[in-house]
């Protein structure tokens, strides 16, 4: 009997894992079969390691149907590269951090902004809503549900 394939890895890159990554984290494992995808997300600081998402995170998360209250913030580490097919950063920043730890030209080529997968916004940075209040996490949500959408369309179309 021929063997199944490995599962297609993505991991979600925040600066705390606490806010913007865990809802990306959930709204793609919402859209992706678990059985051919993993999903995982990280920070690029260690602010936060070991803990749940941010309530208001779990709130619209769960006001959309999703729980993601399993999830536990972790920091990126070098090995996330061999660990992962694809890394989508929410931010530049994230980015810039991100590919500072890259060994090779290959390990930066697995790491994008995930709004860059969005054509209808303008603006590539995925705002940070920490600060803010719940109308800074429906919006992130609301532009993570869109471009999780377009990307969950494109892997499996």
């Known amino acids: 009997m021929p063997s ?3 599962k297609t890895k993505i991991l979600v890159v925040c600066l ?3 806010c913007r990554s865990p809802l990306a984290h959930g709204i793609l494992e919402s859209k992706l079969p678990s059985e051919d995808f993993f999903i995982d997300s990280a920070g690029t600081a260690s602010y936060h390691i070991g803990n749940q998402p941010d309530v208001r995170s779990m ?3 769960k006001t959309n149907g999703i729980d993601i209250s399993h999830q536990k913030a972790r920091q990126f580490i070098e090995a996330d590269f061999d660990r992962f097919d694809t890394i989508y950063a929410m931010d530049k920043s994230n980015y ?9 030209e290959d390990e930066k080529k697995k790491v994008g902004l995930i709004l860059n997968e969005n054509p209808n916004i303008s603006d590539k940075n995925v705002p940070d809503p ?3 209040g719940d109308s800074g996490f429906d919006y992130v949500f609301e ?6 959408e377009i990307i969950a369309n494109r892997i499996l179309n």
Do not use: F, M, Q, V
């Not at 810039?96 to 090779?104: D, G, P, V, Y």
């Not at 532009?143 to 999780?148: G, P, Q, S």
């Open 4 to 6: 199944k394939p490995s």
């Open 16 to 18: 705390g894992n606490i």
């Open 59 to 61: 709130a619209i998360a």
């Open 96 to 104: 810039t951090n991100i590919i500072a730890l890259a060994s090779s």
């Open 130 to 132: 920490y600060y803010g």
């Open 143 to 148: 532009i993570l549900e869109d471009t999780c």
